[in-house]
């Protein structure tokens, strides 16, 4: 049987990580071919995936491409990533109905969930998700902009993470609320008398990071706050997250984390 996105070497498959492999199972698990006329449930799916099978040949083998010997492990492998894909909420409960009336959740069968289904169309899109770890993000986006990301509003996504940063600064500043955008960053980081500015630091990086500031609100903020703009790749706006991440952490604190 052949695992689409996984790796044929069970050493590269045992390389990667629960989330790693559940993404990329979850495509097979979705596809309704998989075990015809079988329930999908992780011991059901490990006896067929694993399955001994006789070849025209009368020769034995597996319908896995991984060596017998190397099946324990690769088994506890699937078997972790399984269990991510459920805690993640791609995997759920199969609802059956109770022969005297009624309906509960079966203690063992799955079924992919809505989200799972999305991604498992999308597989690219759910090996992005991935990249953005809610924990690594710093409070004042970790909630709304990782949402956001994972439900595939990028655009959004970017636009409240730089403007927490936005807000971040002007808070850090103390400065008015009429203090926004590019000029709200040269205010805060002006080498002269910004309240933002490192007055330890020479004055190329003073003014470098006045710069680093103003040009991330004015690429990456302003234009969204004007006109629709269109941004569907998950892997740029993974990037431009963690830039704002970045900023956020440098106005909470630049000698820690966040604080």
Same mark, same amino acid.
């Given at each position: 049987?052949?695992?689409?996105?996984?790796? /044929?070497?069970? /050493?590269?498959?045992?390389?990667?990580? #629960?989330?790693?492999?559940?993404?990329?199972?979850?495509?097979?698990?979705?596809?309704?071919?998989?075990?015809? +006329?079988?329930?999908?449930?992780?011991?059901?799916?490990?006896?067929?995936? *694993?399955?001994?099978?006789?070849?025209?040949?009368?020769?034995?083998?597996?319908?896995? #491409?991984?060596? $017998? /010997?190397?099946?324990?492990?690769?088994? @506890?492998?699937?078997?972790?990533?399984?269990?991510?894909?459920?805690?993640?909420?791609?995997?759920?409960?199969?609802?059956?109905?109770?022969?005297?009336?009624? @309906?509960?959740?079966?203690?063992?069968?799955?079924?992919?969930?809505?989200?799972?289904?999305?991604?498992?169309?999308?597989?690219?899109?759910?090996?992005?998700?991935?990249?953005?770890?809610? @924990?690594?993000?710093?409070?004042?986006?970790?909630? /709304?902009?990782?949402?956001? *990301?994972?439900? +595939?509003?990028?655009?959004?996504?970017?636009?409240?993470?730089?403007?927490?940063?936005?807000?971040?600064?002007?808070?850090?500043?103390?400065?008015?609320?009429? @203090?926004?955008?590019?000029?709200?960053?040269?205010?805060?980081?002006?080498?002269?008398? +910004?309240?933002?500015?490192?007055?330890?630091?020479?004055?190329?990086?003073?003014?470098?990071?006045?710069?680093?500031?103003?040009?991330?609100?004015? $690429?990456?903020?302003?234009?969204?706050?004007?006109?629709?703009?269109?941004?569907?790749? #998950?892997?740029?706006?993974?990037? !431009?997250?963690?830039?704002?991440?970045?900023?956020?952490? !440098?106005?909470?604190?630049?000698?820690?984390?966040?604080?």
């Amino acid at each position: 049987m052949h695992f689409e996105g996984l790796p /044929d070497e069970a /050493d590269i498959l045992l390389a990667l990580e #629960p989330d790693e492999i559940g993404l990329r199972l979850l495509p097979t698990l979705a596809r309704p071919s998989t075990m015809p +006329g079988m329930p999908l449930a992780l011991q059901t799916f490990l006896g067929f995936a *694993f399955a001994t099978v006789q070849y025209a040949d009368g020769r034995l083998g597996s319908r896995s #491409p991984y060596p $017998a /010997d190397r099946h324990p492990e690769v088994k @506890e492998a699937i078997a972790e990533a399984w269990a991510w894909l459920e805690r993640e909420g791609l995997l759920m409960p199969v609802l059956v109905n109770l022969t005297g009336g009624g @309906e509960e959740f079966h203690p063992t069968n799955r079924q992919v969930s809505r989200k799972g289904r999305r991604i498992a169309a999308q597989p690219q899109l759910g090996l992005s998700t991935r990249m953005l770890p809610k @924990e690594a993000l710093h409070p004042a986006i970790r909630e /709304d902009v990782w949402s956001l *990301f994972h439900r +595939g509003k990028y655009d959004t996504a970017v636009f409240e993470a730089m403007k927490a940063v936005e807000i971040a600064v002007r808070e850090a500043a103390n400065l008015p609320a009429t @203090e926004i955008g590019v000029h709200l960053m040269r205010t805060a980081f002006d080498p002269k008398k +910004g309240n933002l500015r490192d007055k330890k630091a020479p004055l190329a990086e003073q003014e470098g990071r006045s710069a680093l500031f103003a040009g991330a609100i004015a $690429a990456y903020k302003n234009p969204q706050s004007h006109r629709r703009v269109a941004l569907d790749d #998950p892997d740029e706006a993974f990037e !431009i997250i963690m830039l704002a991440n970045h900023l956020l952490r !440098i106005v909470s604190d630049c000698n820690s984390v966040f604080s």
